[in-house]
């Protein structure tokens, strides 16, 4: 079992930045892809951005592609999600997400539904 745990959400005006925190703990997750989704009221849960613990380019949804960095620290287990130019539409819960099937195709998932562990979710509200 793998536990993952959020932190750095919060209120921050547009064109502001927030960086948001995974910390992992549990079995071995070395292989697994990590990955940030987010999830605004009344809208799908669609993912941000992923990255191995490994060598990699990460991935970027287009809509955060140039304002988002995705980053992870292997000797504390933690991932981050460094978050510039903050937008009104960024607002949304992030979830924090593993797939531990990642070694097997050596592809990025994008759907929720290919990942295995999530987070409890940080609210990021950017305000006007």
């Known amino acids: 079992q793998v536990q993952l745990l959020e932190s750095g959400g919060g209120l921050v005006q547009a064109g502001g930045s927030l960086r948001l925190s995974c910390a992992a703990s549990?079995?071995?997750?070395?292989?697994?892809?990590m990955a940030w989704f987010r999830q605004a009221p009344g809208k799908e849960r669609d993912i941000v951005a992923a990255?191995?613990?490994?060598?990699?380019?990460?991935y970027y949804a287009d809509s955060v592609k140039g304002r988002f960095t995705i980053s992870r620290d292997g000797a504390k287990n933690t991932v981050y999600l460094q978050m510039n130019s903050l937008k009104l539409e960024d607002t949304a819960v992030y979830y924090c997400?593993?797939?531990?099937?990642?070694?097997?195709?050596?592809?990025?998932?994008?759907?929720?539904?290919?990942?295995?562990?999530w987070g409890q979710g940080t609210q990021v509200t950017v305000s006007s």
């Open positions: 997400a593993a797939d531990r099937d990642y070694s097997r195709s050596s592809s990025y998932a994008v759907g929720p539904l290919e990942y295995d562990y």
């Open positions: 549990g079995r071995t997750f070395g292989s697994y892809a």
């Open positions: 990255i191995t613990w490994t060598v990699g380019r990460p």
